[in-house]
């Protein structure tokens, strides 16, 4: 009567702390520039060496420059902060991904397609969208620098174990719907804190038939609710994206891999803490209209009215509304947008391109739109070439940058202008999330791209008609 | 910053504001650092500063009124990025209690990680201790640690607040997971070798 998450999370058990928390083993730690040097520097004060530095890989993504990478990044606090994981890379004899490097990319991109994510681990990362590696059937969560540093030292780490949520979506997608859409329709109904204190895992018919990208997606999200995780059973479509991968075991060592992986299912009598059930033929395009991912909606219906919110919640929502410049009530379609942004550990992989791509293939960028469109890995760079998509996406008047986070949290250059709106296929629409004073409204790459052929927010499926 | 917690009386800065999340606490320019200090001077920088850095003098940390080393939230505090550098904003401002009726995860266990204690109570005791703080912004609320209750010395309510034995005694002797966990190692190995 197992869960999945049960049967992994037994499986790394070291031992349990009276009346505390349970000590965890990790079989893989991603390591980026912004909360680790803490970490180094820690071990460094308690003079201390990593206990397992082959699981651990390093990739800088958050402060990396989407042109001209084969120059030094010219803002010196993000090159310090860059220069600083490679030096502490080099001086504990960790892996290093760093800037350039073919591997380079957003660590949630990178590992997965390259093996370094597999059914079954344990993973954590100084990051809370670390979430985004349960897409192959592992537990994997965000963590913070203490608890970075903790890894370093011991493979492990102290967690409460949480409780375990299985969220079912039923049926068949609509036409121009995607995971993106699933996770916010699903973030809209648990709300941004709705799902604290779980591990959720995603079944049923819509959640199989996703691309393992859609999956990646959905599970990158479920932070998003509050979530400690998301995960979905291993699958064909998994050991199929796996196969061959650099890092993916070979040979005998694959054969005996993919008979464990496919235990790694709930028995059908796992009782799970909570359960939801959705139905797909619900969900349109979404789009968010406040400053929580919570906040969103169906692109064709209106903003909640004040009086259909609860009573303690209207201070926060009537902040929210003020800052987007928004009436509650009103209708999303026709908001003029002055950028877009496809790209994110969220929707920074090949299907989100080729989603883009097919929208505004043959037509015109709008007037007056900046544009950003942001691989997640050079892998995915590269893939865009082959495809052909880049072309598609010149013709139509769009620039391709080089790989990294981005304008998902702006540490980069790449910053909305205060007051503007940006339609973004990232993951949250915080306050200055995207520079100060930044209006963020998260959506699907079709609702990107749509926004960047129009200049204001359209539904896909009337220019795919 | 591993400053033994026992009992704490102060008085409280109000942030009636649900959903707080971890980029309103410490937004991601200011994450650049590579040392833990100094976090406390952007502690809700965006809502404390305005574009040019004056004090946006409507906002409760500018205001004179309000003062203490106990922050008291709306629900869903610290949600959004796991960026620890959040507790040690909220740390290197010189709280050392943050009350809300609910915390996001990751800032909880970040939290408790650099010796500030989150401390959650029910909807009707957030609420009642608002209209305290509004009525009266000298007054006094007490977190007792050992006795794992916080009070309103206003009205006289108390209620006893949650917190696993091992990090209640982690918090009052002043050390952390890493000590604990290097005193293992002897289970780390032999797990391995399972």
């Not at chain 2, 869903?76 to 009726?101: D, I, L, P, Q, T």
């Amino acid at each position: 009567m197992k869960t999945l998450f049960d049967k992994i999370w037994d499986a790394h058990v070291v031992s349990t702390v009276e009346d505390g928390p349970t000590q965890l083993y990790i079989d893989r730690h991603y390591c980026h520039e912004v909360t680790s040097p803490q970490a180094f520097m820690g071990m460094r004060n308690r003079n201390l060496r990593f206990l397992r530095p082959e699981k651990t890989f390093c990739i800088p993504d958050h402060n990396i420059p989407t042109i001209n990478q084969e120059q030094p990044i010219e803002d010196i606090v993000s090159r310090n902060q860059v220069d600083t994981l490679t030096k502490n890379a080099t001086e504990f004899g960790i892996t290093h991904f760093g800037m350039g490097n073919e591997k380079n990319g957003i660590i949630h991109v990178v590992g997965p397609e390259n093996g370094l994510t597999l059914p079954g681990m344990t993973i954590v990362c100084g990051d809370s969208h670390t979430s985004t590696h349960g897409a192959l059937g592992a537990i994997a969560f965000g963590i913070g620098t203490s608890e970075v540093e903790m890894v370093m030292a011991s493979q492990c780490i102290l967690q409460s174990r949480p409780m375990t949520m299985r969220i079912n979506v039923d049926g068949k997608l609509g036409k121009s719907v995607t995971a993106k859409d699933i996770a916010l329709y699903v973030i809209s109904k648990v709300t941004t804190g709705g799902a604290t204190g779980y591990f959720v895992e995603y079944a049923g018919e819509a959640i199989r038939n996703l691309s393992m990208e859609g999956r990646l997606t959905l599970c990158n999200l479920s932070i998003e609710m509050g979530a400690r995780g998301g995960m979905i059973a291993p699958d064909e479509k998994t050991l199929e994206y796996i196969k061959g991968t650099d890092y993916a075991p070979k040979g005998e060592e694959w054969n005996k891999a993919i008979i464990y992986w496919k235990t790694l299912r709930s028995e059908s009598d796992a009782v799970f803490d909570k359960e939801i059930t959705f139905h797909a033929e619900d969900i349109e395009p979404m789009i968010t209209y406040g400053t929580n991912p919570g906040m969103g909606l169906g692109i064709s219906s209106n903003i909640p009215t004040l009086e259909s919110v609860p009573e303690a919640g209207r201070l926060s929502f009537s902040k929210s509304l003020e800052y987007m410049g928004f009436e509650a009530g009103e209708s999303m379609i026709g908001k003029p947008i002055d950028y877009v942004f496809l790209g994110s550990c969220t929707n920074g992989r090949i299907e989100d391109f080729r989603a883009f791509a097919s929208l505004v293939k043959g037509k015109k960028k709008a007037e007056n739109i900046v544009v950003w469109l942001v691989p997640g890995s050079w892998a995915v760079a590269k893939q865009c070439q082959k495809e052909g998509l880049v072309d598609i996406l010149k013709e139509a008047g769009f620039e391709f940058r080089q790989p990294g986070c981005s304008a998902c949290l702006a540490m980069n250059d790449d910053k909305v202008p205060a007051g503007k709106y940006a339609v973004s296929t990232s993951n949250r629409n915080f306050e200055g999330r995207q520079g100060p004073g930044a209006r963020t409204l998260l959506a699907s790459p079709f609702v990107a791209a749509a926004a960047a052929i129009t200049g204001k927010i359209t539904d896909p499926r009337v220019l795919m008609a | 910053m591993k400053e033994k917690f026992n009992i704490i009386a102060s008085t409280c800065v109000p942030l009636p504001l649900e959903n707080v999340d971890t980029d309103q606490i410490i937004p991601a320019r200011f994450l650049k650092a590579t040392t833990k200090e100094g976090f406390g001077d952007n502690l809700f920088r965006d809502w404390r500063y305005d574009k040019e850095g004056n004090p946006i003098l409507s906002f409760v940390l500018n205001d004179p009124t309000y003062s203490g080393r106990i922050l008291v939230a709306g629900k869903n505090f610290g949600s959004g990025s796991s960026r620890e550098h959040a507790a040690w904003a909220v740390a290197g401002y010189g709280f050392r209690v943050v009350v809300s009726s609910f915390f996001a995860d990751i800032f909880k266990n970040n939290a408790l990680n650099n010796f500030v204690l989150p401390v959650v109570v029910s909807e009707s005791f957030l609420a009642e201790l608002f209209a305290t703080i509004k009525a009266d912004p000298k007054a006094v609320v007490e977190v007792d640690l050992p006795n794992q209750v916080i009070k309103n010395k206003t009205t006289g309510k108390s209620e006893t607040f949650q917190i696993s034995a091992y990090k209640k005694s982690c918090l009052m002797n002043g050390y952390d997971d890493i000590d604990y966990l290097l005193s293992n190692k002897d289970k780390i190995e032999a797990w391995e070798k399972k």
